[in-house]
């Protein structure tokens, strides 16, 4: 099993849609969790991190479940420029207690006019 | 000010040769980090540095060494280059335990 699994898509979705995206990680120890976004050939940024007790960041939502080892992140009235790869990441700490950031492989987004 | 830089940010070269790609940050950052990026835009972890001590190498070939003179700087010779090594080569920073990485734009890498 991978350590991070996101349903890769494409999702393509209309203007002002409401689209959700899920992602499952097998390490129950895992310490932290975020969303990064990636835009077509340049770096992936960090979009919002992830909280137990959820987090909203505008048009976004982050939810953590901890007991199901899931993390999901919803976006609201979608805007063309939303198009992008959505990133999981989670901190697995290493065996030497050190950060090991993983990232999922990514789930597509096209936001259609 | 770029705050992660890479050079170069294109390579293309023959198999076999061997090449090095560069990356400083100026943010403070105490853990640096190296992702390759291959065709199907998976983002994986190769190696990772905590004040210039390597603390994570996720099985990479040992044509692959990474160096990171001070902990401002971690950068990654490649020997006898194959096609399989085409790929985008991230540079990533970050303060420990505090989880959000700061990437370089990458170094595009083709191998012929």
């Known amino acids: 099993r991978k350590e991070v699994e996101q349903d890769p898509g494409p999702f393509n979705v209309p203007e002002g849609a409401t689209v959700a995206f899920n992602c499952t990680y097998s390490n129950s120890a895992s310490q932290s969790f975020f969303w990064y976004r990636q835009d077509c050939r340049k770096e992936p940024k960090l979009l919002m991190s992830v909280y137990s007790s959820g987090n909203e960041d505008g048009r976004f939502t982050a939810q953590l479940n901890r007991a199901s080892q899931y993390i999901s992140l919803l976006i609201r009235d979608s805007k063309l420029s939303d198009s992008a790869t959505y990133l999981c990441?989670?901190?697995?700490?290493?065996?030497?207690?050190?950060?090991?950031?993983?990232f999922g492989p990514g789930t597509s987004l096209s936001v259609i006019p | 000010d770029t705050a992660v830089s890479q050079t170069p940010k294109y390579l293309v070269t023959q198999m076999g040769n061997d090449k090095s790609i560069k990356c400083e940050q100026n943010?403070?950052?105490?853990?640096m980090y190296w992702y390759k990026q291959d065709s199907k835009k998976f983002l994986k972890i190769m190696f990772s540095?905590?004040?210039?001590?390597?603390?994570i190498n996720e099985t990479v070939p040992n044509r692959f060494s990474p160096k990171s003179p001070d902990k401002a700087h971690l950068n990654l010779h490649i020997n006898s280059l194959e096609l399989g090594d085409s790929a985008v080569y991230f540079c990533a920073s970050s303060f420990s335990g505090a989880g959000e990485l700061f990437f370089g734009e990458g170094s595009r890498l083709t191998v012929l």
């Open positions: 540095y905590n004040n210039k001590e390597l603390i």
């Open positions: 943010l403070g950052h105490d853990t």
């Open positions: 990441v989670v901190n697995m700490k290493g065996k030497t207690s050190y950060d090991k950031v993983i």
